[in-house]
């Protein structure tokens, strides 16, 4: 189990969906993805947030609570960055059970939100602060960005493995501009057209060199 991982929950006709990255690999990973998991089910399904900002923030101070990590004893330094929306729907009461989606909110912790309409693609910047660590702010009021849903959008969240992975010759990260250039060459083809071409993309970049880090990017059409 890596320290990457994808949530999604529904309520009613909308749903909060989540891509997050865990500190380490093996079992500090999987410790730490068993508390981010538990802790979102807990925070918006059992406390009922949907609020984007204030999952982030509840998810901070579960982490370091949990881990002891708001304690000067605590041996443990570990948290994660996260990027989750929240995507509003609704019935139409002219077509019934046909549903439609009005906007979507985002909020990051260092993680982003691409997403693409009539060729044009724009970045949310997600805040420059991780979630539970010791240095974490409990406290830190996270950015919420709204979108109104439109025809066509495609919209991407992902973790930094793809952007940083090195390869080429000289060595260097895949990069944020290349990966920007790559999703607005894609975002008109189907989902598992596009699927394809990342990992050629990804691949071709690779080359011999290992995986830096585990790669995990989700991307979706309403």
Not at 145 to 154: L, P, S, T, W, Y
Not at 157 to 166: A, E, I, K, L, R
Request: proline share 3%.
């Amino acid at each position: 189990m890596g320290g990457d991982f994808i949530f999604m929950e529904h309520f009613g006709e909308s749903f909060v969906l989540a891509v997050i990255d865990c500190t380490g690999h093996g079992v500090p990973g999987a410790l730490m993805t068993i508390i981010a998991s538990f802790g979102l089910r807990k925070i918006i399904g059992g406390e009922g947030w949907h609020d984007p900002a204030q999952i982030l923030r509840r998810l901070s101070s579960l982490v370091k609570t949990t881990l002891h990590q708001d304690t000067d004893y605590a041996r443990s330094d570990d948290g994660l960055d996260a990027a989750i929306c929240h995507v509003k729907g609704y019935r139409s009461d002219r077509e019934p059970g046909f549903l439609s989606y009005e906007n979507l909110t985002f909020a990051g912790a260092r993680l982003p939100l691409h997403y693409v309409h009539d060729g044009k693609l724009e970045v949310l910047k997600g805040d420059r602060q991780s979630l539970g660590y010791k240095r974490s702010d409990m406290n830190f009021s996270f950015t919420n960005h709204r979108v109104d849903i439109k025809e066509g959008m495609c919209f991407y969240m992902s973790t930094d493995g793809f952007v940083d992975q090195p390869g080429g010759e000289p060595l260097r990260r895949f990069g944020s501009r290349q990966f920007r250039h790559l999703l607005k060459e894609i975002a008109d083809t189907p989902f598992d057209i596009q699927r394809e071409k990342l990992l050629e993309s990804l691949n071709a970049h690779k080359g011999d060199h290992d995986m830096r880090d585990d790669v995990t990017m989700v991307g979706f059409g309403l």
